[in-house]
């Protein structure tokens, strides 16, 4: 994701009224930044589904192996509680990250649309400084 000075930076040639650009050219660079922001947000999305897959997947591992050491009465009952145990805590880190990923791509999100906001606003406070130079 592009720094708030990047984005600034964009923001401030967009709003220069010296610029011998015309008003389309200094938008392609920001549609190239929100392009860019806006495919690595999709991309985050991604891989927090493919966690939260993982948590449930590694929930149900670890509640057949629980499970399954009251009804074993042997050798593997050992075997049956470490492999549990691993499952447990396999199911508690990708819990954890699963919550870690989803609030990141929560403020990555919400910063993007904010982002896209700003530029808006700077393009019609350009457009409206026209108007005022105009009159």
Known sequence: MTTKANIGQELLKQMDDTSAETPDCK???MMRIFERDTAGVRRLKRIVIIFWL???ISFIVACTYTLNVRGIKND???FSMLLGGIATITFQA???????????LFVRSRSLTMHQVQARLAGIEEQLKKICQDK
């Not at 990250?97 to 609030?103: A, E, H, Q």
């Open 27 to 29: 938008k392609i660079p």
């Open 54 to 56: 993982l948590v449930v």
């Open 76 to 78: 593997l009952q050992y």
């Open 94 to 104: 990708m819990f954890l990250i699963s919550v870690i990923l989803t609030i990141s």
